[in-house]
């Protein structure tokens, strides 16, 4: 079934994102900030470093959401109707933190080939310029690949694996992406983005499902686990898991953990250092 209109369908072709997209209400998004709060304070550090990946495998809130049969109706529209979920992520800024991504490309290191894939992007909180909501490079997915320089700690507080980035980013040619609790954005795996830091002083916390990826999809660098979302597999690249019924029950956390080895190895595929993501 349809969510996006023609328009936003258009301009995710010509931009290389579009947004807003209107996926949970107000309740759903602050349940999930309920659900992080929740295993923060019962389980320290579960949710940091490598551990902000794949939170959907040890929580069925998580799981709910990357399953959301609206969310899926706006993918469905971007890559066809056999879908997978092929990994999720946590970004999370604290005001008293200096969080930064840098302007890369994700196609450029996660290893989904071809790329007929989708990264949707979901506020938990308001998302904005003051608190470093997302900034796109518009147009830059048709292009090639930019040169990135991994400049891994040489950047403090940068959220990404090796602090891969992309220098000399005209901020002036990108487009903030504002969203409310709620909404989310898609983006193409070629577009350039990246966000400044928390200037505010409440936090932001922004879920990624990176990313939904079709069944056509390979990982050519490494294994990835995967869940179906919708359709079938008739490709069977890659290992399916099951989906999360309770928080933090043990199997569901070995597969988490396995889930997260995997793709530390993509992350950090030809490269003797590894950051702390």
Not at 168 to 176: A, D, R, S
Not at 244 to 254: F, G
Request: with cysteine; net charge negative.
């Amino acid at each position: 079934m349809s969510n996006l209109t023609s328009d936003q369908i258009k301009q995710y072709h010509d931009k290389g994102f579009v947004a807003p997209i209107e996926a949970l209400s107000q309740d759903e998004a602050n349940e999930i900030r309920d659900e992080i709060e929740f295993i923060e304070k019962k389980w320290p550090r579960e949710l940091e470093g490598l551990g902000r990946n794949n939170v959907h495998y040890i929580s069925p809130i998580f799981d709910k959401v990357v399953h959301n049969s609206k969310i899926l109706d706006s993918v469905e529209d971007i890559i066809g109707t056999n879908i997978l979920v092929g990994g999720t992520t946590l970004f999370i800024k604290d005001p008293d933190q200096k969080g930064f991504v840098s302007f890369h490309q994700d196609a450029k290191y996660i290893g989904f080939e071809p790329h007929n894939w989708v990264t949707a992007w979901l506020a938990i909180t308001d998302s904005n310029e003051e608190n470093g909501c997302m900034r796109m490079w518009s147009g830059t997915h048709k292009d090639d690949l930019k040169v990135h320089e991994e400049k891994f700690n040489d950047d403090q507080g940068n959220l990404l694996t090796r602090g891969q980035t992309i220098d000399n980013v005209p901020i002036e040619k990108t487009e903030p992406v504002i969203l409310k609790a709620g909404q989310m954005s898609l983006h193409h795996p070629r577009i350039a983005h990246g966000s400044g830091i928390n200037k505010s002083n409440k936090r932001r916390i922004g879920f990624v499902i990176q990313s939904y990826i079709g069944t056509n999809v390979e990982q050519v660098i490494g294994k990835v686990y995967v869940q179906q979302a919708r359709g079938e597999d008739l490709f069977n690249y890659h290992e399916h898991t099951k989906r999360a019924v309770n928080t933090m029950e043990k199997e569901n956390i070995d597969i988490r953990n396995k889930a997260n080895e995997a793709l530390s190895k993509i992350f950090y595929s030809g490269l003797s250092q590894k950051g702390k993501f």
